[in-house]
């Protein structure tokens, strides 16, 4: 540091030292010339005013006593040394008396002006004394008749020159000082502090004293530097909180999935066999503000899940890419390397064109496939124009995954959710070695339900061509499969749950998504209790209450927000004691809100919402707080963690991990859970208040009994819940498809038939 100092004092010394003489040079070379235009015109001016009385005395006086006068009069003035006039002969006929004694001939000056007749001057010395010789021809009507000279003294300019450059130099040295002064202070306040502090910061996170997720912040001056040390310190600090982790359970007996284990877990399993995700989401979005390109990260369980994933095996992760930045961030092949301060596996991205988003998502996937699979009593929308963007988009993605994995032997393909029913089939037919899978992460309706598609067999014989197919829970495996022995010609095996159809054998098997308990568990708020948190809530909503309920969905008719309401409003209707004492938050994120129907369903949640507010409000309480925006994890889990009791009353879901969020952010192991039967978490959260969302008068009861529940019951029924979450997290989810998929074994033989070997249905089954 010392070095670096040395060398920037010297540096800043000669830069400042050239650049400021520099300045100088041509400062004091411009006001040197500006003395010399001001002497030139007081000549100028001298010369023209007394040349025609001097023409006048010349020629009409015989004696040269009158002229001698006139010169005298004027040789008076600033600088002026003195005024001398020459006859055509160039002889002296008038000279003031102290030009007489300075000037011992005549100047070159005065004959060339007689010869040319014209005006004419120079600078020169004589003897001691730097003049200014301004001379002007005199004449008679015709000729020259002679010359005057106006002399003066230009001595002035050099000691004004020699005056500029003085302090010029004392300006230079004084600046010099004070920058040079300042600089060392600055390096030592805004370099050598922060970077000390930097280093101390390091060597704390070494030694397993601190923590990564509070960087000094004056490192925002080196933003790349600063990144990277960043970035070092959250690895430093993950792994120190992953190795105690390890080592608590392993004190403990405990065997829970992490991102760790799950690392060593799929490179165990896949071996060189590289993995492909296809989803519609992409995990990595690039947003423009202004003139800046910012990465945001979508909120999603599946990133969680798969990111450790592909991190292991260095994988590939194939979207849509749909910010609106995206295209500007990727490479010549539509690719990228992610996550983007600590790049690990390839993003490639497929663009769609509005009007097959529209068809596509918007239209088969979101009115046709969702309200299909959703049993929420919303009829879905089946458009031949929207069935052909959807297969489509399938080739364009299936397309996309062969172009990726063309190089690769025995690759691995995770397909996610109901957007790519197509694709295992198509990507199957092109690459019989891959192990193919696709996770439904909605529900899977009754037979009689799914007959509503017209192309129902297109989309079951689509996803037969997957090896694997997963769903949240076993009832949804069972529907599928009696949807398949209805509507296609094929094989079921209800005791390893598989379909065989055209010689191909899909195994159908429960995998129960969850979420990373531990990312909850590491909040930096934990500290806080759940008192703290509700009364800090409260003041911001602008409410007084002494019990606080919380819902946390997007507006979809799937959710069941509008029979939660209901069931609030009931609450009031039969407990009027907790008027003014129970308020309930309803988060909602606005959804699809361009499609007619969530558009509608958002007004009416909007409407009910303010009509039973309208009947029961008071001055400083509302029985509902509808906040319809979207807002962050680190907003929603203050609600989780400051909340009495959590809703969810989805009409009809996969999973909801809602309810298993709420869990994981309950540190305190308080509040209660109110659950749908009809919800994919009500069959592992068996400690939940489970209601039919259906049934009003229930569910407001539920509620009544959870504001009542014994704290001691509280407890137990959340450590039962939490002691579930904790060992079924995400990772195990992660671990469990993935592994499964791994254990495939798939043979071609001569005739091109794929067959799966006895072992590897054994081992899937």
Known sequence: MRLLSVRLIVSLFLGITAISLLFSYYSVRAEEKQLRGELERRAEVLGESLSTNVEHALLKSSSHSSLQKLVERFGHREN???????????????????????????????????????????????????????VLPLHDDT???????????????????????????????????IIVGLTLLIVRWSLTGPIARAAQWL??????????????????????????????????????????????LRQ?????????????????????????????????????????????????????????????????????????????????????????????????????SPQEEEGYYYGFANEGLWPLCHIAHTRPVFRSSDWEYYQEV???????????????????????????????RMIKEKRPDARVSIFWHIPWPNPEAFAICPWQNELLDGLLGADLIGFHVQSHCNNFLQTVDRTLESRIDWEHFTAKRKGHTTTVLPFPISVDFAEFRSSPDREFSSEDERTAVLQELGVEAIFLGVGVDRVDYTKGILERFLAIEKLFEKHPQYIGQFVFVQIGAPSRTHLKRYHDFLEEVDTEAERINHRFQNATWQPIVFRKRQHSHREIERFYRAADLCLVTSLHDGMNLVAKEFIASRHDEDGVLILSRFTGAARELRDALI???????????????????????RKQRMQQMRKLVREQNIYHWAADLIGQLADFRVETPKNGTIVESNAARSNAA
């Open 80 to 134: 002026l040394v003195g005024i001398a006039v020459y006859d055509v002969a160039g002889n002296l006929v008038a000279v003031t008396p102290d030009l007489a004694n300075l000037l011992n001939e005549r100047p070159p000056v005065v004959a060339k002006a007689i010869v040319d007749n014209l005006t004419d001057s120079e600078y020169t010395r004589v003897g001691n004394a730097s003049l200014y010789i301004r």
């Open 252 to 352: 403990a007996g405990e065997s829970i999935w992490t991102a760790q284990r799950l690392e060593v877990h799929v490179r165990s399993k896949l071996g060189n066999s590289p993995l492909f995700v296809v989803s519609n989401r992409e995990p990595y979005l690039h947003v423009r503000h202004g003139k800046n390109i910012e990465v945001e990260i979508p909120a999603s369980g599946l990133v969680t899940a798969l990111e450790p994933v592909l991190r292991a095996c260095n994988g590939t992760w194939i979207a849509h890419g749909s910010a609106d930045a995206d295209r500007e961030m990727v490479d010549a092949n539509d690719r990228l390397r992610v996550p983007p301060d600590d790049p690990h596996y390839t993003l490639r991205r497929v663009w769609l």
């Open 203 to 248: 060597r704390t996170l070494r030694t397993q004293r601190g923590h990564a997720r509070r960087p000094d912040p004056e490192l925002d001056l080196f933003q790349p530097l600063a990144r990277e040390l960043k970035t070092i310190a959250e690895s430093l600090d993950h792994a120190r909180l992953a190795a105690e982790r390890e080592a608590r």
């Open 691 to 713: 209601v039919n969302p259906y049934d009003i008068d229930q569910t407001a009861e539920a509620i009544r009994i959870a504001l009542e529940m014994d704290p001691a019951e």
């Open 143 to 177: 000729h020259v008749v002679g010359a005057l000279a106006v002399v003066y003294d230009s001595g002035f300019i050099a000691a004004q020159t020699r005056k500029a450059w003085r302090e010029a130099f004392l300006r230079v040295l004084l600046q010099m000082l």
């Open 394 to 424: 399938n080739r364009k993605f299936a397309e996309a995954t062969l172009e990726e994995m063309a190089d690769a032997e025995q690759p691995v393909v995770l397909v996610q959710d109901y957007h790519f029913a197509l694709l295992p």
